[in-house]
């Protein structure tokens, strides 16, 4: 599969039904996640690992980083509802690609903090922190307790003070992936119907 087909794939999942807004629940679009996990995959940090998935929502990059290889895959996330949608796509993509990848699917509903299992690689795509503070710190911070490599989504406004808080949990960043993130009108104050963010997404490796 190439990373064109996988974009194809992915903008066939389902997304979120109605997304809530304290958990800042926005869907990743197909093409941005395809293009990073294609990127992933080119440097040897998808196949045949393990990958975490951090606050999946309804399992994109997590399911296309299966797609591409990954030895298993956590899918974690505190809100049941994304959980059912991401179970179902695995679903989808089984009956797609004639495959099975139920056995390297690991589902956990649950807060992030909980989240004990060591893996190689985290992909993940937190709240920026519009609604809570730092939130996506947060996310951060499980990452690096979590793997040696890690891909996190952040606010590109955010960059510099992300590059000193990694630094000082003896990380460092050795890649960005940059991105405008189209955010669709799913919120009661969205004007239009589709808006652009600049976010970056970072790989990081600890030291």
């Known amino acids: 599969m190439n990373k064109i087909e996988l974009a194809i794939l992915l903008s066939k999942l ?12 926005y869907a990743t679009d197909s093409q941005t996640a395809a293009d990073l996990l294609w990127h992933a995959f080119l440097l040897e940090d998808i196949k045949n690992k393990k990958i975490a998935d951090l ?3 309804t399992g994109i990059l997590g399911l296309g980083a299966l797609v591409l ?6 899918f974690i996330d505190s809100d049941s509802e994304s959980l059912s949608i991401a179970k179902e796509n695995l679903k989808f993509i089984e009956k797609k690609l004639d495959i099975e990848l139920k056995d390297r699917a690991v589902f ?3 807060d992030i903090s909980k989240f004990s299992e060591t893996v190689d690689t985290v992909i993940e795509n937190p ?3 519009t609604k809570e503070e730092h939130a996506d710190r947060v996310f951060l911070e499980k990452a690096l307790d979590s793997a040696n490599i890690i891909y996190s989504f952040h606010k590109t406004s955010t960059l510099s003070y992300l590059s000193r808080f990694v630094k000082g949990k003896e990380g460092k960043i050795t890649h960005f992936f940059r991105y405008q993130l189209p955010l669709k009108q799913t919120m009661f104050f969205h004007r239009a119907k589709i808006k652009r963010i600049d976010v970056t997404c970072l790989r990081i490796q600890k030291l």
């Open 14 to 25: 389902k997304t979120f039904n109605k997304s809530k807004l304290n958990e800042e629940q």
């Open 55 to 57: 606050g999946c929502g």
């Open 69 to 74: 290889g990954a030895e298993r895959c956590y």
């Open 108 to 110: 956990f509903h649950s």
């Open 127 to 129: 709240p920026f922190g």
